[in-house]
């Protein structure tokens, strides 16, 4: 009987062993969604997200070697019971830190996603940590500025995005850009252009 107890005790002490050479072995897990910002107007409900790219056959790859993210999400609230939801996903073309003189990476959603003409559009972008503004201007030449912001250490370390600047809104209806440009923070034009990929 005590020889018994002894095998069974050397066993489990063996299954623990390898349980726990396991979990040091395995890859770290990829990088999580970290909201940007997100809101409310009347019916229609929005969010933007980031990370970097990588799902269970990436985890553990380096940041440097991973494209940045956005994931932009809509929601139509019609009733208590009835809802229309859409989400929009969109990577840097290229791994590692953006470009400040380069376009940035941008993604925009709808409401509705389909149809009619757009009741809400939510933006998101990201920049190169060199890029502290933003001018955005539409067609007969109206522009706005917008400041971008610091990823804070939890979004930095969770979506794996330190080194990054960020910008996330919604507006009323179609957003309609002719031109962007990226502004540093002694006011200089790192690039400007059109937008890659044209919201309207």
């Given at each position: 009987?005590?020889?018994?107890?002894?095998?069974?005790?050397?066993?489990?002490?063996?299954?623990?062993?390898?349980?726990?050479?396991?979990?040091?072995a395995?890859?770290?897990?990829?990088?999580?969604?970290?909201?940007?910002?997100?809101?409310?107007?009347?019916?229609?409900?929005?969010?933007?997200?980031?990370?970097?790219?990588?799902?269970?056959?990436?985890?553990?790859?380096?940041?440097?070697?991973?494209?940045?993210?956005?994931?932009?999400?809509?929601?139509?609230?019609?009733?208590?019971?009835?809802?229309?939801?859409?989400?929009?996903?969109?990577?840097?073309?290229?791994?590692?830190?953006?470009?400040?003189?380069?376009?940035?990476?941008?993604?925009?959603g709808?409401?509705?996603?389909?149809?009619?003409?757009?009741?809400?559009?939510?933006?998101?972008?990201?920049?190169?940590?060199?890029?502290?503004?933003?001018?955005i201007?539409y067609?007969?030449?109206?522009?706005?500025?917008?400041?971008?912001?610091?990823?804070?250490?939890?979004?930095?370390?969770?979506?794996?995005?330190?080194?990054?600047?960020?910008?996330?809104?919604?507006?009323?209806?179609?957003w309609?850009?002719?031109?962007?440009?990226?502004?540093?923070?002694?006011?200089?034009?790192?690039?400007?252009?059109?937008?890659?990929?044209?919201?309207?």
């Amino acid at each position: 009987m005590g020889r018994l107890l002894k095998r069974i005790a050397l066993t489990a002490i063996a299954g623990m062993a390898l349980s726990v050479s396991s979990a040091i072995a395995a890859p770290a897990a990829s990088s999580a969604w970290v909201v940007l910002d997100h809101g409310r107007q009347g019916d229609y409900l929005w969010t933007v997200k980031a990370r970097r790219s990588g799902g269970p056959a990436e985890a553990g790859a380096q940041s440097d070697r991973r494209e940045p993210c956005l994931l932009v999400g809509t929601k139509w609230m019609r009733s208590r019971f009835s809802y229309g939801r859409s989400r929009y996903r969109q990577c840097a073309d290229a791994p590692g830190t953006p470009v400040a003189t380069e376009a940035p990476l941008v993604a925009s959603g709808v409401v509705p996603s389909s149809g009619s003409q757009a009741r809400l559009t939510a933006v998101g972008m990201i920049f190169s940590s060199r890029v502290r503004r933003v001018r955005i201007t539409y067609a007969g030449g109206n522009s706005t500025t917008i400041p971008t912001s610091r990823f804070s250490p939890a979004q930095s370390r969770d979506g794996e995005l330190s080194g990054l600047r960020y910008a996330a809104f919604s507006v009323r209806g179609p957003w309609c850009p002719e031109v962007m440009a990226s502004i540093s923070a002694s006011g200089r034009t790192l690039w400007e252009g059109a937008p890659e990929q044209h919201p309207c």
